[in-house]
T-cell receptor
Framework: NAGVMQNPRHLVRRRGQEARLRCSPM?????VYWYRQLPEEGLKFMVY????????ESGMPKERFSAEFPKEGPSILRIQQVVRGDSAAYFC????????????FGQGTRLTVV | AQTVTQSQPEMSVQEAETVTLSCTYD???????LFWYKQPPSRQMILVIR??????QNATENRFSVNFQKAAKSFSLKISDSQLGDAAMYFC????????FGTGTRLTIIP
């Protein structure tokens, strides 16, 4: 039973490029959460999605960031026109229910903007 | 707004000794969950222990236990018989619909 899979593990982008981060939840999980971790800081909530729906995006920057969780396939966090300040580790977690008491984390994607 | 505060950026403990990591939180909710996560250098977030707010009994998982004081909104983690493999960042987290994390405590184990 594979855990939460995130890819790529490391992503390097030049300023102005687009970054796409993928998250495949655990089998049977239909709830996905994205978090961002800046160096030496805790994880900050970005967005909560269920299949085909954004439930809570209160932590998402208003511009350049978007997320989706289609009916088929992984959840995607997309960052357009990346800037140096977007450099961080991005974590995905999945759960089977809204209560999220059994959330499991992926290993994260470290985005470096050069 | 819900906040989680970890006032100890760094802690160290001698191997085989006991260490306590502090965490306080602020919420007006009455029903919620609290967690401690461990993040080793691999960056993997590992769930260490979970506490339901409605349970008065403190959670325990092997060498890890919590001191949950609901009225004081305090949720400390005690690690007994510290081992080298316990070295990591430890994050306290509060859950309603989403997890809210503290800023973490870096734990060093001294051989």
């Amino acid at each position: 039973n594979a855990g939460v899979m995130q890819n790529p593990r490391h992503l390097v982008r030049r300023r102005g490029q687009e970054a796409r981060l993928r998250c495949s939840p655990m089998k049977g999980h239909s709830h996905v959460y994205w978090y961002r971790q800046l160096p030496e800081e805790g994880l900050k909530f970005m967005v909560y999605l269920q299949k085909e729906n954004i439930i809570d995006e209160s932590g998402m920057p208003k511009e350049r960031f978007s997320a989706e969780f289609p009916k088929e396939g992984p959840s995607i966090l997309r960052i357009q026109q990346v800037v140096r300040g977007d450099s961080a580790a991005y974590f995905c977690a999945s759960s089977a229910s809204i209560s999220n008491t059994e959330a499991f984390f992926g290993q994260g994607t470290r985005l470096t903007v050069v | 707004a819900q906040t989680v505060t970890q006032s100890q950026p760094e802690m160290s403990v001698q191997e085989a000794e006991t260490v306590t990591l502090s965490c306080t939180y602020d919420t007006s909710e009455s029903d919620y969950y609290l967690f401690w996560y461990k993040q080793p250098p691999s960056r993997q977030m590992i769930l260490v222990i979970r506490q339901e707010a409605y349970k008065q009994q403190n959670a325990t998982e092997n060498r890890f236990s919590v001191n949950f004081q609901k009225a004081a909104k305090s949720f400390s983690l005690k690690i007994s018989d510290s081992q080298l493999g316990d070295a990591a960042m430890y994050f306290c987290a509060w859950l309603n619909e989403k997890l809210t994390f503290g800023t973490g405590t870096r734990l060093t184990i001294i051989p």
